[in-house]
């Protein structure tokens, strides 16, 4: 296994497409500055009653677990279009193995990049409200935990989505999905009577994270919850590629 | 050694592999031909673990792939060569590779050595020619070192001096006890390299024997040109040959420099032709036609053995 680990961890790091999305990230910290800037030339204009910056990250929430979530997809989805996905196989042992071992670097590089997009962008929004009362501090309730709990919804976006191309076999498929899937509850909340609209905006991944975070009105579930429902993810996404790759011809 | 059994394969209601059964014994090269969707590269990924037959078994070693305790170190494949991710150098690709398998870097610096591509290792391979990608391919299958070796047409895209190499590499393989299968379509490099060959035809085996007996057996024609056709012909079939016209080489039609020739005839330019009637012999050697000639008073302008190349003779059996 660790053997097989080793051998996904130098592709991960010989792909281009690895590096292309590691840099876009850097969006979400621009997204995040102009964002707060916005809201910090209301705030002078207008004194209290606009938004709240707070620690910045729901600002640009939503780019994250698509970004890293492309991570997973290229992870293996290169594999498929190729046909080299056929050279790996013949060299190990068991499928499921390879699988793991791409989940773990996948979640690994997501959860090290993600923690570190989600400190940037606190200290980014907190860097521009500046000494505005509209930001958060560390000191205050869930402000550090959310920060923490955006990079752990990374690492399951990244599972997600290699999750994802293994049971699409393709780029452009696992691409339209992992951008459809967030995309779905909130065009689904409207018309769902409540609390059915509630429980499905919260199962986006940003939202998870800050109900894991224990955000204040971050959505219908409790830290415990949020925490299964995250877990799930990853297994379901797992399970379902596992059985995909297990029972397909390559 | 690999042995396959029964092997059946559907897709859909496509029969791919119909009730194969072959085996590929080690020392040897041995050749798997097959006109295009034969079912040659279906059998080898049946082969390789990665299709699950319908019925039957195709077994590594005695096991299937998928139970292989060290798979690198038993089997070694080459499928398809373009079957690589450009983006990365030849040096991380087999890099990678070779990690899966526990294999450290100082035999991939070795097996990039061995295919001639230590020069290029770490450029990317999407600037590399097929012929290079070839090489690049067959050193994946290497990185094992493994007793059994799996290659679809890896000459293709080889120039004439990559061809020569490889076929000097898989019979030293062969001849360190090692099982190479291996597919082509080039029938001369083919009746070259491999000692056995496989033909099959619509996922079926047509053939399981040796190349020399398999070119003996279709090597028996003697082409002799008369102008006493008729006579020769009778006092040859006495003899027990089976006498048929020559075909494509009509009797004094010369053929024209630099022309390809027909499709199944021996090529030699004709010098002096005559009015003699060309005779295709079979069941003779040149020797005892000539005399026969002699003895029955008929004039010979052309006598030549007529060698049937292996296209020729894979042609006729999976006619």
Redesign the interface.
Known sequence: MS??V???W??LR????TYYVLASTLSALALTGFAAYSISRYFDANGPGGDPVGTGLSLSADIPPVLFGMLGVFAIS??YA???I?????????RWTLLLAKAAVVAAVAAVAGQVLAFATYFTAQAVVAERPIGASFAEHAALAEVLTTGAGSAVAAVLGLGLATVLRSTPGALIALVVLPLSPTVLERFLPAPWNDWISSLTIPSLARQLAAVPDAGAFGPSTAAVILVGYVVVSLLLATLAINHR?? | MIEVTDLTKLYGSTRAVSGLTFRVKPGQVTGFLGHNGAGKSTTMRLILGLHTPTAGKALINGVRKQELRDPMREVGAMLDAAEVQGGRSAFAHLQALAYAGGIGRRRVVAVLEEVGLAGAARKRIAGFSQGMRQRLGIAAALLGDPGVLILDEPVNGLDPDGIRWLRTLLRSLAAEGRTVLLSSHLMTEMSLTADRLIIIGRGRLIEDTTTADLLARFQSGVLVRSPHAARLSRALEAAGATIRPAEGADAGEEPVPGRPAEAGVDVRPIRDVGAGAGLLVTGLTAAAVGDIALANGCGVHELVSRRTSLEEAFMEITR
């Open positions: 053997n097989v080793a051998s996904e130098l592709k010989s792909l281009r497409a290169g594999e190729t046909g080299m056929r050279l790996t196989l013949t060299t190990i042992r068991s011809d390559a």
